[in-house]
Nanobody
């Protein structure tokens, strides 16, 4: 599997970004997908996930601000991030479990200035 995330950047607090992740070499629609993030000096944490059936879960601090979605025709998963805060600054990773192993994309940097 290959995962490729994009859409990160520098934004002011209160702004928005939309992350995209394309997946290849898999039957995308069959897999649960997730976004993780890792801030400097902190452990990687789950931000949001979406099952193959479209059920979503969110980390508490992003509930009501972030929306995860998927397009099974485009083999892509998205993370719409609204009302960004400086504490959202991190490298964001697209991820999935394939053949019992968690797979990671290369990550995209999100920086929120105050």
């Amino acid at each position: 599997v290959q995962l490729q995330a994009s859409g990160g950047g520098l934004v002011q607090a209160g702004g928005f970004l939309r992350l995209s992740c394309g997946a290849s070499r898999i039957m995308f629609r069959a897999y649960d997908m997730a976004w993780y993030r890792q801030a400097p000096g902190k452990e990687r944490e789950l931000v949001a996930s979406i099952t193959s059936g479209g059920e979503t879960t969110y980390e508490n601090s992003v509930k009501g601000r972030f929306i995860i979605s998927r397009d099974n025709f485009a083999d892509a998963v998205y993370l719409q991030m609204n009302g960004l805060k400086p504490e959202d600054t991190a490298v964001y990773y697209c991820s999935m479990v394939e053949r019992g192993l968690r797979r990671w994309g290369p990550g995209t940097q999100v920086t929120v200035s105050s």
